[in-house]
Each structure stands twice: as C-alpha cells, then as structure tokens.
T-cell receptor, first 114, second 114 residues
Framework: EAGVAQSPRYKIIEKRQSVAFWCNPISGHATLYWYQQILGQGPKLLIQFQNNGVVDDSQLPKDRFSAERLKGVDSTLKIQPAKLEDSAVYLC????????????FGSGTRLTVV | AQSVTQPDIHITVSEGASLELRCNYSYGATPYLFWYVQSPGQGLQLLLKYFSGDTLVQGIKGFEAEFKRSQSSFNLRKPSVHWSDAAEYFCAVGRGGGYQKVTFGTGTKLQVIP
C-alpha cells in the first residue's frame, strides 16, 4: 500500500511569514495526526482528526497554528505567523482504528524559521 | 496523565553485540506500549506493540521487548546488532478509550561501531 505522503520535504521561511504543510494519509485510515518534533525531542501531538472532525487539539497553539481535514482525507497544517521556535519537523501520521494499533508516519516536513 | 521516560539519550554498541534500550512508563491502568524507530530524515516506523497477553513481544527486524508491570518498564532488546540498526528509537505509551492518545518518549540515539 502507498504510505503517508507529505509535502514539501523542506521549507525555509523568515519569522512572521506563513507556511502550509500538506498530508495525504493511507487510503481508508480514518484517523490522522499532526506531530511536531523539535530537534532532540520526541514527537508531540498537535492535533488529531477522526474523519474530518477534530478529536484532540489541546496542544495546538491556536493563535498561530490551524489545521483542517476536508472530506476526511487530505489535511493541511498552517502556521501564521511563524516564530523561530517553530523550527521543527512536522510529521503526519494516520491509523486505521486509532493510535493503539500503531501509526504509519510520513517522512515529515523540516521547517526552518530564520 | 501518561508519560514515558527513556533514560539513555545516546548509546553506542559494537556490531554483533547485544542491545537493550530502556523505557519506563507512567500510567494508571494497563498501558498500550510501542517502540518506533526513526532513521535520519525519515518518519517513524513501528517496530512492535504490546496490548495484553504474552509479556514478551516480537517485532520486526529481529527486535523484541518485554513488558514488566512491576517495574513499569518496556525495554527493547536485540541479540545481535547490525550496522543498519543505527537510528533513533522511541518508546511510546497509549491509553485506551474512545480516541486513544499516544505519548512519545524523548528517544534514544543508537550508534553502531564496527
């Protein structure tokens, strides 16, 4: 089966600019996650979707981050405006029946804010 | 709240030697436990998972892990390490319920020397 697709792979922006990341999960996976992985740390959940509804966005900095999952398939994560501390790898993952069966991760988008 | 501790930030082993990566979790009920591996520039790949039953779990790439409730541990082992095992390893704990939440540890970076 095709994996989780993410784009772009790399992005460099200046602080206060905006950026968007795209994710296409595995076909049939109802649950989609966005994780932020800062260098030297484990992935931190930003937002979890079940189909096109938000299940958990408790750690999403909502003043600058937003995410949507239209039609329960693809998802976009946006940052506006970006801060230096947003430099990280943004990982998208999907699962068939929730994370307890294991995730399939994409390769991530490495964001550098200068 | 659930949490995971990986006490070793970096481990170096010789090729062919045995490996044990430590993981301790904190969770009030029976946890769901996972080990993921991340190669440079890649997303995370599921190595193995534990839900219930036999406390010794076999995974991919020759890895295994043992759940010890009395020690709140889920250590990852491999009897003979190959140079291709060099990567970062993440332990994760999940809780059950309607929409499962998985929390990752900070990772252990494995270096394999010839």
């Amino acid at each position: 089966e095709a994996g989780v697709a993410q784009s772009p792979r790399y992005k460099i922006i200046e602080k206060r600019q905006s950026v968007a990341f795209w994710c296409n999960p595995i076909s049939g996976h109802a649950t989609l996650y966005w994780y932020q992985q800062i260098l030297g740390q484990g992935p931190k959940l930003l937002i979890q979707f079940q189909n096109n509804g938000v299940v958990d966005d408790s750690q999403l900095p909502k003043d600058r981050f937003s995410a949507e999952r239209l039609k329960g398939v693809d998802s976009t994560l946006k940052i506006q405006p970006a801060k230096l501390e947003d430099s990280a790898v943004y990982l998208c993952a999907s699962s068939f029946q929730g994370g307890l069966y294991g995730y399939t991760f994409g390769s991530g988008t490495r964001l550098t804010v200068v | 709240a659930q949490s995971v501790t990986q006490p070793d930030i970096h481990i170096t082993v010789s090729e062919g030697a045995s490996l044990e990566l430590r993981c301790n979790y904190s969770y009030g009920a029976t946890p769901y436990l996972f080990w993921y591996v991340q190669s440079p520039g890649q997303g995370l790949q599921l190595l193995l998972k534990y839900f219930s039953g036999d406390t010794l779990v076999q995974g991919i790439k020759g890895f295994e892990a043992e759940f010890k409730r009395s020690q709140s541990s889920f250590n990852l082992r491999k009897p003979s390490v190959h140079w291709s095992d060099a990567a970062e390893y993440f332990c994760a704990v999940g809780r059950g319920g309607g929409y499962q939440k998985v929390t990752f540890g900070t990772g252990t970076k494995l270096q394999v020397i010839p």
